[in-house]
């Protein structure tokens, strides 16, 4: 009855400014098609370097959002 | 040509009775859409305290079905 | 302000019944000295077998409750 | 002279029931050549899918016991 | 602007032939509704036995591609 | 003689602002009850989604300080 | 009554050929004491290096058999 | 009635000597405050270098005994 | 012919203001004798303590770049 | 036709001296029925602790040795 | 005296044919500088993808070899 | 400024005295070209087996050493 099912997808974000936008990037694509209470959980952070420095930021998240 | 595709999502069921209830709820959600031969594993146990008693059992399962 | 501080307890439960059993016994201990929200992780779960029979089971679980 | 040697051996156990009992099946066969002092570890959870519910609990366990 | 998204899709491709064989075959089930660069990982590698013989190959890979 | 001993604890900080600001509540609640040297190291980021946007992010991290 | 129990046994296949003859290998050793259904789990892959090539192929993996 | 409760308490012991002087040390400490059946696992291994020799032998352990 | 060799690095960078700039420092640092494509993966996050406030970030990464 | 097949078994060794003695103990019994080159890796050490002191120092290993 | 010591590099190895012919590149590659006894581990296998086929295969590996 | 980084190096000592011997070859191996602080940690321990004894004690450590 109360019973909830949640799914998980696991998507990979990237910005050119920080990790947190990483991540805000990757949340709002997933959460388009996402209502109601969700969480992530950091599965890997990497990044592309171009001439010495860092110069992309990549953010491998799992989104959970409940199954209506 | 007998080349067979399986699939996995990443489900968390929930349960006020048993990890293997909610396990079933997270299967049950998730067959709808899935025929042919199916199993699971589970990949991380968790609940939820109230006033000192564990009072719901989370399941988070990876479910595997054929791809027609 | 609003930023909320977590704890982490690591237990092990042992149980005749159930694992089950096993964690809702981990978990009284440990509400003692927990109030509000809370909620486990189940790290490992393991037994003792006599005479070709599991006689106890034991999870070993990660209790978080909030900090005040 | 009082030091012990315990083996360890990896079996799968199968059941339409329960976790628990698949568990004890796996350690009833397991224990028919072990004698003294014995655990186990669960190793992994998984199951087959019928019908859109589980069917079968399959319980991948470690049991440890001593070497004569 | 220029930010990205990908989304991981985990499959598993089974084979008679070889791994490889498996991975092409998983790969090529999941790009019918890919567009654009995309890459894969492998997360395991199994198989079947008949006869004392491997006569299937089974590859569970996460398969990358970009969010339009 | 001059053996040390340190002791880690698990914590879960929590901030509507940043990783490193959730960190530093983190640290700063474990150390009040802390002196001398000390270190941490970060377990897991995780994060709330609210209307399609991380609100909350939470880092769970391991304080380690010196027992005296 | 109709539960089942299997056993795993990791062994170690080299081959001067290729990974798939390794596995071959360690699956036909291990199946001379094997009846009825079994499969296999890939646990390590690694090799032999001799004047800059690589001369031998070998993998690490875990058998599973039923238990009469 | 007779369910037991054990906890997990981390530490890192350190020694000039050797890695189970410094678990010893570890072990002391922790057991202090600790009465009746107790064990540990180690979680890590460590040191210190200098002038291109180990001077500091440090061992991460969990140390479980039970609560009262 | 056109097969490409990477080299990956394993660096710590340390920085007194962010994650990011400790990143930026590794990945400045390992840069001086790469050349071309280049990325890197976080393999640990951690960080220094000083009166209850993190003074030092400390980012564990993998620098891949191109063998000539 | 050279192709070679290891076996690996899994044991632990238990000793009042050292991780190394437990280390002996559990080869020396291993050995008894193997021939040839073998060599082993260590999955875990743990410990029993006596009144505040380790006194048993546990050792599990995985040894390899080859099958004729 | 007769004491040895190994250095292990990390390097990823790309073919368009195959995972074997990407280590061996990658082996080749490592081998310029390397004499005497030497080893290899696969840490992980991944590759690229075009018009829904893989198209390289990337093979990362753990290279040792004997330190003179 | 006053950022600082440090290069991880993973070495594997042998030795026929025990594990801290075969560290502090390894140690010393690796420290001829190192300066200023340094540590490691110890990624796995294993050994060689001769005539059901084991006779060579191997350690894998990765060395850190500041980047002047």
Redesign the interface.
């Known amino acids: 009855m ?15 400014e ?15 098609s ?1 209502h109601g209470s ?5 599965v ?6 171009t ?4 110069t992309e ?1 990549q953010a ?1 998240i ?4 409940k ?1 209506d």
């Not at 969700?38 to 950091?42: G, Q």
């Not at 890997?44 to 370097?49: D, E, F, T, V």
């Open positions: 109360s019973n909830k099912v949640f799914k998980k997808i696991r998507v990979v974000g990237c910005s050119s920080s990790y947190q936008d990483a991540i805000a990037e990757a949340v709002a694509r997933t959460a388009e996402v969700a969480w992530f959980e950091v890997q952070l990497s990044g592309a370097i001439d010495g420095k860092p930021w491998t799992d989104v959970s959002f199954v």
